[in-house]
């Protein structure tokens, strides 16, 4: 029996393939049926099959939102090949490093980026690169378009590789984190039953997919959940609040990061009456502030289940749906998920008591293989006894509830996706006139937290912050690029020569009224 992931999707479609399983929201609606999804993958399998790759060969995708660019995710596992997801925001030079150190057999673009990303990956080796746009153009569709619609899943172990997915490095090199068939599918199940999924039978839930499908989030997580449960998607290519709200009455459970939260509740249109049917709204990926968890309660009747999880092992916590179970508590991210270990551990590695903050460590099915060609890294992130170190910090009280205090990686999370200042800084100490720099998160209303720069320029050299900024966006994606910047003569530094940016962060604090 294969543990091909895909086929255990597959087996959760409903009887009836000519059910709706995917609506689109923006644009006029478009409506995927399960058998459109069965034939879809099937054909782009196919062609993906017709290749005739190399076992584990990689395929990476940098494209807009779009139900194909799912069905191309789907198809990636029913071929049995391995799914390498790109934020749409990274420009050439974070494509180039991908593409090099992933060497995909295939790279799947938005046509209006062939030009670059084709030559980019031609250059690294890659064979085929195909393209595939938000209206379903593209060569990809084309040349799927004369393949068979019936495919037999390849036949896949366990611990076969299922996707990569990259995380910037605290230091130096972003890192390829492999996830096994194994790995998701043993979490998707988890989900399923630990977030009351009603299957068909049950009364049916309805997702509300609002999130990028190039990180764990939404790729997984929500898609996982609704297709493991035959459940319908609503289908936003882009987060619009307004139009979140106006389809809630015709859904059952909402996945966001906690600037999609603040921005529903920045919408008249958020009360009682428009969450009725509304069973679930899910928050993760970055903390949620108390307000924020109390506001939306307050507004719409719903408390917010906070969840907490990473590229590297997908789930880890959830606050109980049930609440017999116990209460969902604000600032907490609830108790281990069936099957994952979760410990706090002391300076001296020694576990914590109750309630003592330490660094927070795990293991469990869903925990990753490794990343991708290093493995001392690998080895650097795994303790002796075999469990991953998180980066983050927190405590773990009595009854097992985790609350995470801060993190011991320097990271930025900002409106859910992650920045590492190590990798802006490096980028802006290569500009014409800047010396050193030091890149920090402050607070910030909306997006949680703000990337902010501080930098010393060379001596003689004036730059100005808009060229910098200007500079910055041609190289990275926009979301790292500081929202200020600052130019100071000197950066402040501790006894070791250590630059501290907690002074810079307590400065800098209040710029965006966080
Ligand atoms: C957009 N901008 C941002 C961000 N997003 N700036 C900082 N942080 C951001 N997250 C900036 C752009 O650079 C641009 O600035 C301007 O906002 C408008 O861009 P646009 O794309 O139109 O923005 P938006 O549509 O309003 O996007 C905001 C968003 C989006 C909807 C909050 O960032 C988003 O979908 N975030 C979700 C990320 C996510 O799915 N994370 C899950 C990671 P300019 O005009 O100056 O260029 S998975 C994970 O962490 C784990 C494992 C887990 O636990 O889930
Ligand atoms: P990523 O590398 O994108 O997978 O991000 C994983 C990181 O996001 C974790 O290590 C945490 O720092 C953070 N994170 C995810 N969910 C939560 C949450 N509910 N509360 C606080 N931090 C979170």
Redo the contacts with the bound molecule.
């Keep these: 029996m294969s543990d091909n992931l895909f086929s255990a999707l597959r087996a959760a479609f409903p009887a009836d393939l000519d059910q709706v399983a995917i609506e689109t929201a923006d644009g006029p609606p478009l409506h995927y049926t399960w058998r459109d999804l069965e034939r879809g993958t099937a054909m782009l399998a196919n062609l993906l099959e017709s290749l005739d790759l190399p076992a584990g060969s990689r395929v990476a995708v940098q494209t807009e939102k779009s139900v194909e660019a799912l069905m191309l995710y789907l198809a990636v596992l029913r071929a049995g090949l391995v799914h390498l997801p790109l934020n749409s925001a990274y420009q050439s030079a974070e494509m180039a490093y991908f593409i090099g150190d992933a060497e995909p057999a295939v790279v799947v673009c938005a046509g209006r980026s062939f030009g670059w990303v084709s030559k980019l990956a031609f250059s690294a080796g890659t064979a085929h690169v195909f393209t595939l746009n938000d209206d379903r153009s593209g060569s990809l569709l084309q040349r799927a378009a004369v393949h068979s619609d019936q495919h037999a899943a390849a036949d896949r172990e366990a611990g076969d590789l299922a996707a990569i997915l990259y995380?910037s490095g605290t230091t130096g090199r972003s890192k390829g984190a492999m996830l096994t068939h194994a790995n998701l599918l043993s979490n998707a199940r988890v989900l399923k039953e630990c977030w009351g999924w009603r299957t068909p039978e049950q009364g049916g839930d309805v997702l509300i997919h609002a999130l990028p499908i190039f990180?764990?989030h939404g790729l997984f997580v929500a898609s996982h959940g609704a297709l493991l449960n035959g459940s319908k998607m609503i289908w936003f290519s882009k987060f619009d609040p307004q139009a979140v709200i106006a389809r809630m009455p015709e859904a059952t459970v909402f996945m966001g990061v906690p600037t999609l939260y603040v921005r529903l509740l920045a919408e008249p249109a958020l009360n009682r009456e428009a969450c009725r049917h509304m069973r679930l709204f899910i928050s993760?990926?970055?903390?949620?502030l108390i307000e924020t968890f109390d506001a939306f309660r307050e507004r719409s009747g719903h408390t917010i289940l906070?969840?907490?999880?990473?590229?590297e092992t997908v789930m880890l916590t959830s606050n109980p749906y049930d609440t017999t179970q116990g209460e969902r508590r604000g600032g907490t991210?609830g108790r281990a998920l069936a099957g994952v270990g979760v410990r706090a551990v002391g300076e001296a590695r020694g576990l914590c008591a109750t309630d003592e903050i330490g660094a927070i460590e795990v293991r469990g099915p869903n925990v990753f293989k490794g990343y991708w060609r290093m493995p001392e890294k690998t080895r650097e992130e795994f303790t002796a006894d075999g469990w991953f170190k998180?980066?983050?910090v927190g405590r773990i009280d009595a009854a097992g509830v985790v609350t995470?205090v801060g993190?011991s990686k320097d990271?930025i999370?900002s409106g859910g996706y992650?920045v590492y200042p190590a990798e802006v800084e490096s980028v802006l100490n290569e500009l014409p006139g800047v010396l050193e720099s030091a890149v920090i998160g402050v607070p910030h209303a909306d997006f949680g937290e703000a990337v902010v720069a501080v930098l010393v320029a060379r001596p003689g050299a004036a730059p100005q912050a808009g060229a910098l900024i200007a500079a910055l966006k041609a190289q990275i994606a926009n979301f790292k690029v500081p929202k200020q910047l600052f130019i100071v003569t000197d950066l402040p530094r501790n006894a070791m020569g250590k630059v501290q940016k907690n002074l810079l962060r307590e400065q800098h604090k209040g710029l965006f009224g966080g």
Aim: net charge neutral; no cysteine.
């Design positions: 995380t990180h764990v993760g990926s970055a903390p949620l906070e969840r907490y999880g990473m590229s991210v998180t980066g983050d995470i993190r990271l999370i992650n």
